[in-house]
């Protein structure tokens, strides 16, 4: 799955669920897997990547392909992909 068609997916839910909560999501493909990071205490909000991300790579299998989007700002979310070990990601407007 591509970057822009996950964030094209979670641009639909924020569009149907809001922003205000938004919370990292995991997608797994090979799967057909989507989870959500809970429970992060709000004085760890600055580390949000870096946990998502190591919650991330804890879910997926060695090599298996994720993507995680989580929100950036107040105005944008970062999707970030791992396939075949390498990361890409890239900021998208919630609009």
Do not use: N, Y
């Not at 919370?23 to 797994?28: R, S, Y």
């Not at 946990?51 to 970030?80: C, G, P, T």
Request: hydrophobic residues 40%.
């Amino acid at each position: 799955m591509r970057l822009e068609d996950f964030a094209e997916i979670t641009q639909r839910v924020i569009r149907k669920d809001g922003f205000e909560g938004f919370l990292p999501t995991l997608c797994l493909p090979e799967r057909d897997h989507v989870a959500v990071l809970e429970g992060v205490p709000e004085e760890k909000q600055p580390e949000i990547r870096s946990i998502s991300l190591a919650w991330a790579r804890d879910k997926a299998a060695e090599q298996e392909e994720f993507l995680l989007a989580l929100r950036e700002d107040e105005a944008s979310f970062r999707v970030i992909r791992s396939f075949r070990g390498e990361i890409c990601e890239r900021v998208f407007p919630v609009a």
